[in-house]
């Protein structure tokens, strides 16, 4: 059990480099903004959450994904895009219930 637990640790800490990697990427911020950039974006922030990453800037780069999913999904909804409330909703969750500052800090 303690072997899989290793395992596991190692397999989420290459995933952890390459997503502090792509979030210091110039060109992450130049992709063209769509539906399924957004979708994307969000499903990082969730990796970060399931992950249970704690540190400051690890909370701070699933904020990022997650506001920019939000950003451009909110567009897209703007547009007509079908799928873009379905995925609003639920990255509007994720950001109030989990992302967002406890009420009173």
């Not at 399924?36 to 974006?41: F, G, K």
């Not at 999904?73 to 639920?90: F, I, K, M, P, S």
Request: net charge negative; charged share 25%.
């Amino acid at each position: 059990c303690l072997d899989k637990l290793r395992e596991q640790d190692a397999n989420l800490e290459a995933l952890r480099r390459a997503l502090n990697e792509l979030i210091e990427d110039p060109r992450w911020d130049d992709l063209e903004d769509s539906l399924d950039l957004a979708v994307l974006s969000h499903k990082m922030a969730l990796v970060y959450v399931i992950a249970r990453w704690q540190s400051a800037s690890e909370k701070q780069a699933a904020i990022y994904f997650n506001e920019r999913a939000v950003q451009i999904l909110a567009e897209q909804r703007l547009l007509g895009a079908a799928e873009a409330r379905t995925w609003l909703v639920q990255a509007e969750a994720i950001q109030s219930a989990v992302l967002s500052p406890p009420a009173g800090s």
